[in-house]
């Protein structure tokens, strides 16, 4: 079973729309959740930590439920500048970060 | 502030051919790590450092070598290339291991013929 594991879409929505993702991990002991972004051929950009009590970036939530061992970001009022691939990723506490595939986001004007 | 740096951004080689892609920092990182990322893949695990002078494998190590002589540096070598190899590379670093995000590097795009 992969440690961590998203929908890659793809999802289209329209300028101003709200559009979440959702991540799923493996392993309970997993300490540390963050979401980057990814544009077309370029590097990973961090975009938000995670909390246990959830935080909020502007447009952008985060959440973290333990008990079903899944993180989500939410993005209101979508801009075409969100398009992007949405990575999810996951530490257990050790040396290793864990990546999800990635989710595809194309705001349509 | 330079970040995570990332030589070359781009490579060609022949089958059987080495080379040593760089990665240096400048924020005095402990932790860093090189991964690839292909197609539907995602990011896989390379090798990574928790400090100088102490490596280990990730999960996709074998016909890569690499070596933390230094806090800033973090070189990769690929030891006889094969067209597996071809990839994008990133180069990347975090404070202190697992509660700090990664940061990283612009990556090399690595094609082997």
């Known amino acids: 079973r992969k440690e961590v594991e998203q929908d890659p879409g793809p999802f289209n929505v329209p300028e101003g729309a709200t559009v979440a993702f959702n991540c799923t991990y493996s392993?309970?002991?997993?300490?540390?959740f963050f979401w980057y972004r990814q544009d077309c051929r370029k590097e990973p950009k961090l975009l938000m930590s995670v909390y246990s009590s959830g935080n909020e970036d502007g447009r952008f939530t985060a959440q973290l439920n333990r008990a079903s061992q899944y993180i989500s970001l939410l993005i209101r009022d979508s801009k075409l500048s969100d398009s992007a691939t949405y990575l999810c990723v996951v530490n257990n506490g050790g040396n290793q970060f864990y990546f999800g595939t990635g989710t595809s986001l194309t705001v349509i004007p | 502030n330079a970040g995570v740096t990332q030589t070359p951004k781009f490579q060609v080689l022949k089958t059987g051919q080495s080379m040593t892609l760089q990665c240096a920092q400048d924020?005095?990182?402990?932790?860093m790590s090189w991964y690839r990322q292909d197609p539907g893949m995602g990011l896989r695990l390379i090798h990574y450092s928790v400090g100088a002078g102490i490596t280990d494998q990730g999960e996709v190590p074998n016909g890569y070598n690499v070596s933390r002589s230094t806090t800033e540096d973090f070189p990769l070598r690929l030891l006889s290339a094969a067209p597996s190899q071809t990839s994008v590379y990133f180069c990347?670093?975090?404070?202190?291991?697992?509660?700090?995000?990664?940061?990283f590097g612009n990556g090399t795009r690595l094609t082997v013929t």
């Open positions: 392993n309970s002991a997993s300490q540390s």
């Open positions: 924020m005095n990182h402990e932790y």
């Open positions: 990347a670093s975090s404070y202190r291991r697992y509660s700090s995000p990664l940061h």
